[in-house]
């Protein structure tokens, strides 16, 4: 006698449908949407963090002229002090600087200072050549710059032998007008900017190659 041989079926699962097909496709297009918004968002904050980033990383270069500077005993003393400083968050990588002054290159300040002084003396400004005094110049080209820091490219100060002829040249080499100042940098992501002392907000260049 053969014995019988209970079989057991597995139930098979399906997905559960309403029997309205509308309806089940009104669900599975809201299933669909959600996860695509899930995607879009994630997408978007992924894009957010990369624009954090570089928001973090970004170096903001500006020209900072100052006719006095203080003492650690809180006097002050007359200086001309002309400095680039980076005010941004980031590092920055100064590819080039330029100076003009009257539309002619300055090579160096030391030449423009006593050029200035020969033209008060014609006009009649000066009556005669004084001592210049100590002129601390940089020779300002490639260079790094961290956030926070800055770069002095002109210090001169103001002596009781040069005091008349100085502030001549204070006020010409602050009318910027005359002095124009370039530098052209870049960020550690490569993106460049051309900034001068003549406007505020710095220009987007494709790259620091050319100083045209």
Known sequence: MTPEVEMHHEPHHESHRTGHRWVDWSVTGCALFVSFCSL??????GHTMELLVQANSLPFLQFEYFNVQQLQDASFKSELLLDVANVGAGPARVEWFRATFGGKPVTDWQTTIEALQ??????????????????????????????????????WQ?????????????????????LKLQVCYCSIFDQCWL??????????????????
């Open 40 to 45: 879009a968002i994630s997408i978007h904050h």
């Open 118 to 155: 020969q033209q008060a003396i014609a006009s009649g400004k000066l009556p005669a050549a004084v001592p210049l005094g100590s002129i601390v110049k940089s020779d300002f080209g490639a260079a790094f710059i961290k956030g926070g820091d800055n770069r002095h490219v002109l210090r």
């Open 158 to 178: 103001r002596t009781e032998a040069n005091a008349t002829f100085w502030e001549i040249a204070e006020r010409r080499l602050r009318n910027f007008n005359d």
């Open 195 to 212: 900034t001068s002392n003549r406007s505020f907000k710095p220009q987007s260049v494709e790259s620091c190659s050319n100083e045209d």
